[in-house]
Protein backbone atom coordinates (compact mmCIF):
# COMPACT_ATOMS: atom_id res chain seq x y z
CA UNK A 1 0.00 0.00 0.00
CA UNK A 2 1.27 3.52 -0.88
CA UNK A 3 -1.11 5.29 1.15
CA UNK A 4 0.89 8.29 3.99
CA UNK A 5 0.56 6.73 6.99
CA UNK A 6 0.30 9.87 10.08
CA UNK A 7 1.02 9.10 13.20
CA UNK A 8 -2.07 10.60 16.29
CA UNK A 9 0.30 13.61 16.87
CA UNK A 10 0.75 14.48 13.30
CA UNK A 11 -2.99 14.53 12.55
CA UNK A 12 -3.73 16.89 15.81
CA UNK A 13 -1.21 19.03 14.85
CA UNK A 14 -3.11 18.80 11.00
CA UNK A 15 -6.04 19.55 12.82
CA UNK A 16 -4.64 22.34 14.47
CA UNK A 17 -3.07 24.47 11.95
CA UNK A 18 -6.49 24.01 9.67
CA UNK A 19 -8.59 25.59 12.67
CA UNK A 20 -5.78 28.36 13.06
CA UNK A 21 -6.20 28.90 9.65
CA UNK A 22 -9.70 29.55 9.63
CA UNK A 23 -10.89 33.34 10.06
CA UNK A 24 -14.06 31.93 11.47
CA UNK A 25 -12.84 29.88 13.98
CA UNK A 26 -10.22 32.79 14.75
CA UNK A 27 -13.33 35.14 16.35
CA UNK A 28 -16.61 34.14 16.55
CA UNK A 29 -19.13 34.54 19.20
CA UNK A 30 -21.28 31.50 20.46
CA UNK A 31 -24.40 31.98 22.15
CA UNK A 32 -25.33 29.06 24.76
CA UNK A 33 -26.27 28.28 28.67
CA UNK A 34 -22.98 27.71 30.95
CA UNK A 35 -23.00 24.08 31.86
CA UNK A 36 -20.23 21.78 34.40
CA UNK A 37 -19.14 25.56 35.82
CA UNK A 38 -16.69 25.03 38.70
CA UNK A 39 -15.78 28.56 39.06
CA UNK A 40 -12.44 29.76 39.10
CA UNK A 41 -9.34 26.77 39.76
CA UNK A 42 -6.21 27.02 41.83
CA UNK A 43 -4.41 28.39 38.44
CA UNK A 44 -7.03 31.25 37.97
CA UNK A 45 -8.41 29.81 35.38
CA UNK A 46 -11.80 28.97 34.21
CA UNK A 47 -13.36 25.76 32.78
CA UNK A 48 -17.25 25.29 31.76
CA UNK A 49 -18.97 24.51 28.54
CA UNK A 50 -21.87 26.12 26.94
CA UNK A 51 -24.78 24.30 25.71
CA UNK A 52 -28.01 24.47 23.68
CA UNK A 53 -30.92 21.98 22.60
CA UNK A 54 -28.79 19.88 20.41
CA UNK A 55 -25.20 19.99 21.41
CA UNK A 56 -21.92 21.40 23.64
CA UNK A 57 -18.53 23.05 23.49
CA UNK A 58 -16.00 23.41 26.10
CA UNK A 59 -14.76 26.79 27.35
CA UNK A 60 -12.12 27.56 29.05
CA UNK A 61 -11.24 31.31 30.30
CA UNK A 62 -7.56 31.89 31.38
CA UNK A 63 -5.88 33.43 34.05
CA UNK A 64 -5.33 37.22 33.05
CA UNK A 65 -8.45 37.51 31.05
CA UNK A 66 -9.99 40.88 31.51
CA UNK A 67 -13.90 39.78 31.47
CA UNK A 68 -16.40 39.37 33.91
CA UNK A 69 -15.88 36.16 35.35
CA UNK A 70 -17.33 37.14 38.96
CA UNK A 71 -20.41 37.05 37.68
CA UNK A 72 -20.76 33.75 35.55
CA UNK A 73 -23.00 30.89 37.04
CA UNK A 74 -24.52 27.81 35.96
CA UNK A 75 -27.51 27.94 33.65
CA UNK A 76 -26.96 31.39 32.84
CA UNK A 77 -27.42 32.55 29.00
CA UNK A 78 -24.01 34.15 27.58
CA UNK A 79 -22.70 35.47 24.82
CA UNK A 80 -18.99 34.52 24.40
CA UNK A 81 -16.25 35.79 22.22
CA UNK A 82 -13.31 33.86 21.67
CA UNK A 83 -11.61 31.28 19.07
CA UNK A 84 -11.38 27.47 18.80
CA UNK A 85 -8.42 26.13 19.57
CA UNK A 86 -7.18 22.18 19.08
CA UNK A 87 -6.02 20.85 22.05
CA UNK A 88 -3.16 18.36 20.83
CA UNK A 89 -2.28 16.71 23.58
CA UNK A 90 -6.32 15.25 24.55
CA UNK A 91 -7.00 15.40 20.80
CA UNK A 92 -10.42 17.32 21.32
CA UNK A 93 -11.23 21.38 20.61
CA UNK A 94 -12.11 23.90 22.75
CA UNK A 95 -13.38 27.83 22.61
CA UNK A 96 -10.63 30.18 24.27
CA UNK A 97 -12.63 32.42 25.43
CA UNK A 98 -11.53 36.48 26.00
CA UNK A 99 -14.60 38.01 26.88
CA UNK A 100 -18.27 36.79 27.95
CA UNK A 101 -21.45 39.12 28.84
CA UNK A 102 -24.94 38.04 29.83
CA UNK A 103 -27.24 37.40 26.84
CA UNK A 104 -29.81 39.75 27.81
CA UNK A 105 -27.14 41.92 27.70
CA UNK A 106 -25.81 41.21 24.59
CA UNK A 107 -29.01 41.61 22.34
CA UNK A 108 -29.14 45.45 23.97
CA UNK A 109 -25.27 45.21 22.60
CA UNK A 110 -27.16 44.77 18.58
CA UNK A 111 -29.75 46.61 19.12
CA UNK A 112 -27.24 49.92 19.82
CA UNK A 113 -24.97 48.19 16.92
CA UNK A 114 -27.70 48.54 14.65
CA UNK A 115 -28.67 51.67 15.60
CA UNK A 116 -25.38 53.21 15.66
CA UNK A 117 -25.38 52.36 11.93
CA UNK A 118 -28.69 53.62 10.97
CA UNK A 119 -27.55 57.18 12.56
CA UNK A 120 -24.39 56.81 10.82
CA UNK A 121 -25.98 55.91 7.42
CA UNK A 122 -27.69 59.71 8.22
CA UNK A 123 -24.65 61.06 8.72
CA UNK A 124 -25.60 62.47 12.46
CA UNK A 125 -21.64 61.55 13.24
CA UNK A 126 -20.29 63.20 10.62
CA UNK A 127 -17.42 65.34 11.82
CA UNK A 128 -18.27 68.26 8.89
CA UNK A 129 -21.35 68.30 10.84
CA UNK A 130 -19.87 69.86 13.86
CA UNK A 131 -19.89 73.46 15.17
CA UNK A 132 -16.39 74.94 16.33
CA UNK A 133 -16.57 75.82 20.15
CA UNK A 134 -16.24 79.83 20.27
CA UNK A 135 -13.12 80.65 21.53
CA UNK A 136 -14.26 83.71 24.05
CA UNK A 137 -17.86 82.26 25.30
CA UNK A 138 -19.26 84.39 28.21
CA UNK A 139 -22.55 81.90 29.38
CA UNK A 140 -22.75 78.08 29.19
CA UNK A 141 -25.84 75.87 30.01
CA UNK A 142 -24.99 72.68 32.01
CA UNK A 143 -27.20 69.96 32.19
CA UNK A 144 -27.06 67.43 34.43
CA UNK A 145 -28.20 66.14 38.16
CA UNK A 146 -27.94 69.36 40.85
CA UNK A 147 -26.57 66.98 43.63
CA UNK A 148 -23.68 65.28 42.10
CA UNK A 149 -20.19 66.00 41.37
CA UNK A 150 -20.19 66.93 37.25
CA UNK A 151 -22.03 70.11 38.38
CA UNK A 152 -19.38 70.92 41.30
CA UNK A 153 -16.52 70.17 39.02
CA UNK A 154 -18.06 72.59 36.28
CA UNK A 155 -18.57 75.23 38.50
CA UNK A 156 -15.07 74.90 40.53
CA UNK A 157 -12.71 74.28 36.55
CA UNK A 158 -15.02 77.23 35.06
CA UNK A 159 -14.53 79.94 37.72
CA UNK A 160 -10.61 79.08 38.25
CA UNK A 161 -10.14 79.89 34.71
CA UNK A 162 -12.83 82.69 34.38
CA UNK A 163 -14.78 84.75 37.29
CA UNK A 164 -16.84 86.33 35.38
CA UNK A 165 -17.95 83.61 33.70
CA UNK A 166 -22.22 82.91 33.52
CA UNK A 167 -22.96 79.27 34.33
CA UNK A 168 -26.49 78.43 34.59
CA UNK A 169 -27.46 74.63 35.18
CA UNK A 170 -30.80 72.54 34.31
CA UNK A 171 -31.31 69.60 36.60
CA UNK A 172 -32.24 66.36 35.07
CA UNK A 173 -32.05 62.63 35.62
CA UNK A 174 -28.83 61.06 34.59
CA UNK A 175 -29.89 57.55 34.58
CA UNK A 176 -32.95 55.14 34.93
CA UNK A 177 -35.92 54.93 32.74
CA UNK A 178 -36.79 58.63 31.57
CA UNK A 179 -33.76 59.96 31.93
CA UNK A 180 -33.28 61.06 28.46
CA UNK A 181 -36.45 62.79 28.36
CA UNK A 182 -34.96 65.17 30.78
CA UNK A 183 -32.22 65.44 29.02
CA UNK A 184 -33.84 66.76 26.02
CA UNK A 185 -35.80 69.27 28.15
CA UNK A 186 -32.14 70.68 29.03
CA UNK A 187 -30.89 70.83 26.03
CA UNK A 188 -33.85 72.44 24.19
CA UNK A 189 -34.49 75.07 26.71
CA UNK A 190 -30.61 76.22 27.05
CA UNK A 191 -30.55 75.66 22.80
CA UNK A 192 -30.14 79.72 21.36
CA UNK A 193 -29.54 81.27 24.65
CA UNK A 194 -26.43 80.70 25.79
CA UNK A 195 -22.99 80.21 24.00
CA UNK A 196 -22.11 76.73 24.84
CA UNK A 197 -23.73 73.85 26.23
CA UNK A 198 -22.45 70.93 27.88
CA UNK A 199 -24.15 67.97 28.71
CA UNK A 200 -23.31 64.67 31.07
CA UNK A 201 -22.52 62.33 34.24
CA UNK A 202 -19.26 60.86 35.55
CA UNK A 203 -19.06 57.44 33.80
CA UNK A 204 -20.56 54.26 35.06
CA UNK A 205 -21.89 50.53 33.98
CA UNK A 206 -22.99 50.35 30.31
CA UNK A 207 -26.32 50.15 31.88
CA UNK A 208 -25.86 53.55 33.55
CA UNK A 209 -25.30 54.86 30.42
CA UNK A 210 -27.76 53.65 28.40
CA UNK A 211 -30.19 56.38 28.54
CA UNK A 212 -27.28 58.63 26.88
CA UNK A 213 -27.86 55.74 23.38
CA UNK A 214 -31.98 56.75 22.90
CA UNK A 215 -32.41 58.19 19.56
CA UNK A 216 -34.17 60.73 20.04
CA UNK A 217 -31.56 62.37 22.62
CA UNK A 218 -29.09 61.90 19.58
CA UNK A 219 -31.43 63.19 17.37
CA UNK A 220 -31.68 66.25 19.59
CA UNK A 221 -27.96 66.73 19.97
CA UNK A 222 -27.23 67.04 16.41
CA UNK A 223 -29.95 69.21 15.47
CA UNK A 224 -29.11 71.81 18.71
CA UNK A 225 -28.16 74.99 16.86
CA UNK A 226 -25.87 75.86 19.91
CA UNK A 227 -22.31 74.48 20.39
CA UNK A 228 -22.74 71.53 22.69
CA UNK A 229 -19.93 69.41 24.20
CA UNK A 230 -20.91 65.91 26.11
CA UNK A 231 -18.90 64.95 29.33
CA UNK A 232 -20.96 61.49 29.76
CA UNK A 233 -18.05 59.26 30.88
CA UNK A 234 -14.74 57.74 30.29
CA UNK A 235 -12.49 57.04 27.21
CA UNK A 236 -14.05 53.81 27.33
CA UNK A 237 -17.95 54.69 27.99
CA UNK A 238 -18.89 56.26 24.33
CA UNK A 239 -22.30 56.39 23.68
CA UNK A 240 -24.45 57.27 20.84
CA UNK A 241 -24.81 61.24 22.19
CA UNK A 242 -21.16 61.70 22.21
CA UNK A 243 -21.07 60.78 19.04
CA UNK A 244 -23.03 63.18 17.64
CA UNK A 245 -22.06 66.62 20.60
CA UNK A 246 -19.91 68.94 18.50
CA UNK A 247 -17.15 67.99 21.30
CA UNK A 248 -16.84 64.85 23.86
CA UNK A 249 -14.93 65.20 26.54
CA UNK A 250 -14.01 62.57 29.10
CA UNK A 251 -14.47 63.80 32.39
CA UNK A 252 -16.72 67.44 33.25
CA UNK A 253 -13.93 69.15 34.31
CA UNK A 254 -12.06 68.46 30.58
CA UNK A 255 -15.58 69.97 29.23
CA UNK A 256 -15.31 73.24 31.40
CA UNK A 257 -11.79 73.42 30.53
CA UNK A 258 -12.98 73.20 26.36
CA UNK A 259 -15.88 75.32 27.00
CA UNK A 260 -14.52 78.42 28.99
CA UNK A 261 -11.14 81.02 28.17
CA UNK A 262 -8.53 81.58 30.73
CA UNK A 263 -9.07 84.73 31.22
CA UNK A 264 -5.74 85.94 32.97
CA UNK A 265 -4.04 84.28 30.61
CA UNK A 266 -5.88 86.13 27.85
CA UNK A 267 -4.95 89.64 29.26
CA UNK A 268 -1.37 88.61 29.40
CA UNK A 269 -1.70 87.63 25.82
CA UNK A 270 -3.22 90.65 25.38
CA UNK A 271 -0.92 93.27 26.88
CA UNK A 272 2.33 91.10 25.39
CA UNK A 273 0.90 91.95 22.03
CA UNK A 274 0.29 95.26 22.93
CA UNK A 275 4.34 95.77 23.59
CA UNK A 276 5.32 94.28 20.67
CA UNK A 277 3.00 96.45 18.38
CA UNK A 278 4.53 99.72 20.41
CA UNK A 279 8.32 98.26 20.56
CA UNK A 280 7.86 97.43 16.50
CA UNK A 281 6.14 100.69 15.93
CA UNK A 282 8.96 102.90 17.71
CA UNK A 283 11.74 100.96 15.89
CA UNK A 284 10.08 101.32 12.14
CA UNK A 285 9.90 105.49 13.81
CA UNK A 286 13.95 105.55 14.68
CA UNK A 287 14.87 103.60 11.47
CA UNK A 288 13.56 105.98 9.23
CA UNK A 289 14.82 108.64 10.95
CA UNK A 290 17.82 107.82 10.86
CA UNK A 291 17.48 107.99 6.75
CA UNK A 292 16.55 111.06 6.47
CA UNK A 293 19.31 113.24 6.09
CA UNK A 294 19.20 117.06 7.57
CA UNK A 295 19.01 118.58 3.97
CA UNK A 296 15.79 116.33 3.38
CA UNK A 297 14.48 117.25 6.82
CA UNK A 298 15.10 120.85 6.10
CA UNK A 299 12.91 120.78 2.92
CA UNK A 300 10.69 118.81 4.32
CA UNK A 301 10.19 121.28 7.20
CA UNK A 302 10.02 123.70 4.09
CA UNK A 303 7.57 121.61 2.04
CA UNK A 304 5.19 121.36 5.49
CA UNK A 305 5.13 124.79 6.17
CA UNK A 306 4.05 125.45 2.61
CA UNK A 307 1.67 123.32 2.66
CA UNK A 308 0.11 124.15 6.24
CA UNK A 309 0.05 127.86 5.47
CA UNK A 310 -1.83 127.00 1.92
CA UNK A 311 -4.14 124.29 3.44
CA UNK A 312 -4.81 126.15 6.62
CA UNK A 313 -8.30 126.08 6.57
CA UNK A 314 -8.24 122.29 5.46
CA UNK A 315 -6.17 121.57 8.49
CA UNK A 316 -8.92 123.41 10.81
CA UNK A 317 -11.09 120.94 9.45
CA UNK A 318 -9.16 117.87 9.65
CA UNK A 319 -8.92 119.07 14.11
CA UNK A 320 -12.58 119.04 13.63
CA UNK A 321 -12.50 115.60 12.34
CA UNK A 322 -9.92 114.69 15.10
CA UNK A 323 -11.99 115.97 18.20
CA UNK A 324 -14.97 114.40 16.63
CA UNK A 325 -13.37 111.21 16.57
CA UNK A 326 -11.92 111.19 20.36
CA UNK A 327 -15.30 112.74 21.56
CA UNK A 328 -17.17 109.05 19.50
CA UNK A 329 -14.22 107.15 21.43
CA UNK A 330 -14.64 108.65 24.82
CA UNK A 331 -18.54 108.13 24.40
CA UNK A 332 -17.72 104.40 23.09
CA UNK A 333 -15.93 103.65 26.23
CA UNK A 334 -18.20 105.53 28.71
CA UNK A 335 -21.15 103.31 26.88
CA UNK A 336 -19.14 99.88 27.39
CA UNK A 337 -18.74 101.09 31.23
CA UNK A 338 -22.48 101.41 30.82
CA UNK A 339 -22.49 98.08 29.27
CA UNK A 340 -20.56 96.25 31.81
CA UNK A 341 -22.29 97.65 34.71
CA UNK A 342 -25.69 96.65 33.18
CA UNK A 343 -24.33 93.06 33.17
CA UNK A 344 -23.59 93.06 36.32
CA UNK A 345 -26.98 94.15 37.47
CA UNK A 346 -28.35 91.66 35.23
CA UNK A 347 -26.21 88.51 36.97
CA UNK A 348 -28.19 89.63 39.99
CA UNK A 349 -31.68 90.17 38.12
CA UNK A 350 -34.79 88.70 40.24
CA UNK A 351 -36.39 87.61 36.52
CA UNK A 352 -32.91 85.58 36.60
CA UNK A 353 -33.29 84.21 40.02
CA UNK A 354 -36.97 83.83 39.42
CA UNK A 355 -36.62 81.59 36.37
CA UNK A 356 -33.52 79.72 37.73
CA UNK A 357 -36.18 78.43 40.78
CA UNK A 358 -39.12 77.89 38.23
CA UNK A 359 -37.06 75.20 37.08
CA UNK A 360 -36.17 73.39 40.47
CA UNK A 361 -39.98 73.94 41.26
CA UNK A 362 -41.01 72.30 38.22
CA UNK A 363 -38.21 69.49 38.50
CA UNK A 364 -39.57 69.62 42.41
CA UNK A 365 -43.45 69.13 40.99
CA UNK A 366 -42.49 66.21 38.57
CA UNK A 367 -40.54 64.20 41.50
CA UNK A 368 -43.85 65.04 43.77
CA UNK A 369 -46.38 63.63 41.10
CA UNK A 370 -44.52 60.69 40.59
CA UNK A 371 -43.95 59.41 44.38
CA UNK A 372 -47.86 60.67 44.62
CA UNK A 373 -48.53 57.55 41.78
CA UNK A 374 -46.58 55.15 43.92
CA UNK A 375 -48.22 55.93 46.90
CA UNK A 376 -51.57 55.93 45.55
CA UNK A 377 -50.83 52.52 43.40
CA UNK A 378 -49.49 51.22 46.94
CA UNK A 379 -52.96 52.75 48.69
CA UNK A 380 -54.70 50.72 45.86
CA UNK A 381 -53.26 47.62 46.41
CA UNK A 382 -53.61 47.46 50.12
CA UNK A 383 -57.53 48.61 49.73
CA UNK A 384 -57.87 44.74 47.28
CA UNK A 385 -56.53 43.39 50.12
CA UNK A 386 -58.48 44.54 53.00
CA UNK A 387 -61.64 43.58 50.59
CA UNK A 388 -60.73 40.02 49.82
CA UNK A 389 -60.55 39.73 53.57
CA UNK A 390 -63.58 40.95 54.20
CA UNK A 391 -65.15 39.17 51.42
CA UNK A 392 -63.33 36.15 53.05
CA UNK A 393 -65.68 36.31 56.57
CA UNK A 394 -68.47 37.71 55.04
CA UNK A 395 -71.98 36.11 56.39
CA UNK A 396 -73.40 36.15 53.11
CA UNK A 397 -70.71 33.97 51.77
CA UNK A 398 -70.95 31.31 54.23
CA UNK A 399 -75.09 31.88 53.78
CA UNK A 400 -74.02 31.04 49.82
CA UNK A 401 -71.93 27.76 50.89
CA UNK A 402 -75.56 26.15 52.88
CA UNK A 403 -75.01 27.57 56.23
CA UNK A 404 -77.91 29.34 57.37
CA UNK A 405 -78.32 31.48 60.28
CA UNK A 406 -81.35 31.38 63.44
CA UNK A 407 -82.83 34.16 65.58
CA UNK A 408 -86.00 33.94 67.67
CA UNK A 409 -89.06 36.53 67.48
CA UNK A 410 -86.26 39.24 69.20
CA UNK A 411 -84.08 38.90 66.44
CA UNK A 412 -81.30 37.09 69.52
CA UNK A 413 -79.33 34.72 67.36
CA UNK A 414 -80.04 31.29 68.75
CA UNK A 415 -76.99 29.54 69.31
CA UNK A 416 -77.82 26.49 71.88
CA UNK A 417 -80.76 24.62 72.96
CA UNK A 418 -81.03 26.84 75.70
CA UNK A 419 -81.81 29.72 73.72
CA UNK A 420 -85.34 28.38 72.60
CA UNK A 421 -88.26 26.26 73.83
CA UNK A 422 -90.79 24.59 72.44
CA UNK A 423 -93.80 25.87 70.55
CA UNK A 424 -91.41 28.50 70.23
CA UNK A 425 -91.11 30.95 66.47
CA UNK A 426 -87.92 31.85 65.26
CA UNK A 427 -86.48 32.66 61.66
CA UNK A 428 -83.95 30.74 59.98
CA UNK A 429 -82.38 33.57 56.91
CA UNK A 430 -80.88 31.72 53.94
CA UNK A 431 -79.00 32.54 51.14
CA UNK A 432 -82.01 34.00 48.94
CA UNK A 433 -85.39 34.39 51.68
CA UNK A 434 -86.10 33.31 55.44
CA UNK A 435 -88.22 31.06 56.84
CA UNK A 436 -90.37 31.08 59.49
CA UNK A 437 -90.90 27.97 61.96
CA UNK A 438 -92.10 26.86 65.63
CA UNK A 439 -89.98 24.73 68.01
CA UNK A 440 -91.57 21.51 68.17
CA UNK A 441 -88.67 19.48 69.55
CA UNK A 442 -85.52 19.96 71.34
CA UNK A 443 -82.88 17.45 70.71
CA UNK A 444 -79.37 17.15 72.44
CA UNK A 445 -76.53 16.30 70.54
CA UNK A 446 -74.56 13.90 72.78
CA UNK A 447 -70.87 14.46 73.13
CA UNK A 448 -69.69 17.73 72.02
Known amino acids: MNENVFSVTQVNAIMGELVKGNPVLSRLCVKGEITNYKGINARGHVYFSLKDANAQISCVIFAGTNTGISHLREGQNV ?52 KPIPKYVKTVGVVTSETGAVIHDIETVSRRRNR ?7 PCMVQGKGAAATIIKGIKYFDGKVDVIIFGRGGGSFEDLFEYNDEELVRTVYNCKTPIISAIGHEVDTTLADMASDKRAATPSEAAELAVFEYDKFVRELEDRKSKLSALMHEKIDEYRDHVSEDV ?23 KKQ ?36 IRLDHIADGLASAMKVKLTGSKQRMKLLMERLEGVSPIKRLSKGYSFVSDENGRAVKKLEDVRINDKVKIELQNGTITARVEELTERKGL
Open 79 to 130: LAYGRINVYEKGGYYQLIVSDVIDAGIGLLYEQLEALKEKLRLEGLFSPEHK
Open 164 to 170: FIRLFLY
Open 297 to 319: KRDISKRMHHIIEKNRYRLTSDK
Open 323 to 358: LSILIHARLNKEKDTVENRKQALQNKNPRYVLDMQK
